[in-house]
């Protein structure tokens, strides 16, 4: 994989300080970033990640995975395999004459599809099917088609595992394999997973885990106009109807939604849920990505205001008086700068370097000293909890919970992180996600004198738990809440004797 050329800031006509200025606006809103790439004029000006978040852990995407869906709807297209004109029931004969097949159903098209006007009842999200273990192919077509396709905006992912559906069934490949062999191989994106439906197909409108760079490198591709490196990858045709260049979508809410680029202003941004973003700014040859916890999604008007607005259309380079020469320390490091470094520029370089959401926690003084274990019943139970076991030894403890799942464990350093991975069950608080193995950092530390809090931050996913377990005289209660969820934000409280 070539590494994407470096710059700074300054060299690159990006003041360094509007950049400082949108990671400080971003704290400030609690729209927490996990990492951040910025790139003009094909140079990476500025990349960090907010420990334990790090370059080379991929983050769940949630919905950008439709960018994904709707490039191997282009590669089908460029094929000549289908057309966005086609109805939808060219693809599914075997609705012919059912309650399906009424005027509304034979008159969605793909492009109803693509642009979230396909004419159905309701939408459907992918925490609705990710536990289903039946055809998701017939839990769509069992929603209604009511209204005229092509009118009414509703987004659905439901949408998009259909469109996933029709190009496996066209090019005999997943969507992934489609992808990753004729343009994820070409721009160097990772070998990326992507959850599968019972029925063997790629999810379309959710399940992909990128890194920032990856998502860059995407923006980098459609900024481009499909083509990377003097190679067209995905038709310059294409890019016009994704970014609404040719027969734009009317705006619902001030917001153009077209193949998944929403644009607004000078941005055109792919987003997935909690705060997934990829922007692509043509006015300032620019792309960013985000990858984060931003449950009021704010980002990305943020950085319209506070980067694209401030900064200068036609500027090459900022003038660089105060230059700092090159510190060999950065070399290897994944967020280095390029080139002559300002005083500014090395100031956000440090800012980078050091962001962390891994803060230090300190006991209460005072605090009960526990025993060194603890192996409890808890009273009957929402999650079907039938064991709870807490160990203590060494400044550290580890936390062991028993359901229908199996054993998981935790370890949380009391008062220091520690790093590990996990099989806990978490789908009811993280969108029904539930990967077998997960990365996990976890911190403990006493925030009352009978309470240890502890905090369990997942790498790979915009969620974090805290877990405060609570030592009572006759018995000991353990809460469970999440930062932000589509669901409950919370679990019963488990009563343990």
Avoid at 69 to 84: E, I, R, W
Avoid at 489 to 495: E, Y
Wanted: charged residues 25%; contains cysteine.
């Amino acid at each position: 994989m070539s590494e994407l050329p470096r710059s700074t800031p300054s060299q690159e006509g990006v003041d360094p300080e509007v950049i400082i200025d949108f990671l400080n606006a971003c704290e400030k809103s609690d729209s927490e970033i996990h990492g951040i790439a910025i790139a003009r004029h094909g140079k990476v000006i500025f990349e960090a990640y907010n420990a334990p978040y790090a370059a080379d852990i991929p983050h769940i995407m949630h919905s950008f995975t439709k960018v994904l869906t709707n490039t191997a709807v282009s590669l089908a297209y460029t094929d000549g395999l289908l057309d966005l004109s086609d109805p939808l029931s060219k693809y599914f004969p075997e609705y012919e004459g059912t309650e399906v097949d009424n005027e509304y159903y034979r008159a969605c098209t793909i492009r109803n599809m693509i642009t979230m006007r396909n004419g159905q009842k309701r939408s459907i999200g992918g925490n609705e099917w990710r536990p289903l273990k039946t055809s998701w192919k017939d839990a769509y077509f069992k929603v209604p088609f009511d209204k005229e396709p092509g009118t009414d905006y509703m987004y659905s992912s439901g949408n998009s595992y259909i469109l996933s559906y029709i190009v496996q069934k066209l090019e005999g490949k997943t969507c992934r394999e489609l992808v990753q062999e004729r343009i994820g191989k070409k721009i160097g994106l990772t070998d990326f997973p992507w959850m599968l439906s019972p029925e063997g197909v790629c999810s379309g409108g959710n399940g992909v885990s990128l890194t920032a760079e990856d998502m860059l490198r995407i923006g980098l591709l459609y900024l481009n106009k499909g083509k990377w490196e003097g190679e067209q990858l995905i038709s310059e045709e294409w890019i016009d109807y994704a970014f609404g260049y040719k027969d734009p979508i009317e705006p619902v809410n001030g917001v153009q939604y077209n193949f998944h680029w929403e644009h607004t202003g000078d941005l055109w941004c792919a987003k997935g849920m909690f705060g997934q973003t990829c922007g692509v700014v043509p006015a300032l040859d620019m792309v960013f990505t985000i990858t984060g916890a931003d449950k009021n999604y704010v980002s990305s008007k943020l950085f319209q205001e506070i980067v694209v607005d401030r900064t200068d259309r036609n500027a090459t380079t900022l003038e660089t008086k105060d230059l700092n020469p090159a510190d060999p320390a950065r070399e290897g490091s994944p967020y280095k700068m390029a080139g002559p470094v300002t005083t500014m520029d090395d100031i956000l370089l440090q800012k980078g370097l050091r962001m962390t959401l891994q803060g230090k926690n300190i006991s209460v003084k005072g605090h009960i000293l526990p025993q060194e274990k603890y192996i409890l019943t808890p009273e009957e139970n929402k999650d079907g909890v039938s064991c709870v076991e807490i160990y203590f030894k060494d400044n550290m403890v580890t936390y062991a919970m028993t359901d229908a799942r199996g054993r998981h464990t935790v370890n949380a350093g009391i008062e220091h992180w520690v790093k590990g991975t996990t099989t806990m069950t978490g789908a009811y608080l993280h969108h029904q996600y539930e990967q077998e193995i997960t990365l996990i950092s976890a911190e403990a530390y006493w925030c009352d004198e009978n309470a240890l809090m502890m905090e369990w931050r997942y790498p790979e996913m915009a969620f974090f738990d805290h877990v405060m377990i609570t030592f009572e005289e006759d018995h000991v209660k353990v809460d469970r809440w999440v930062n932000m969820n589509s669901q409950d934000t919370s679990r019963p409280t488990l009563i343990c004797r």
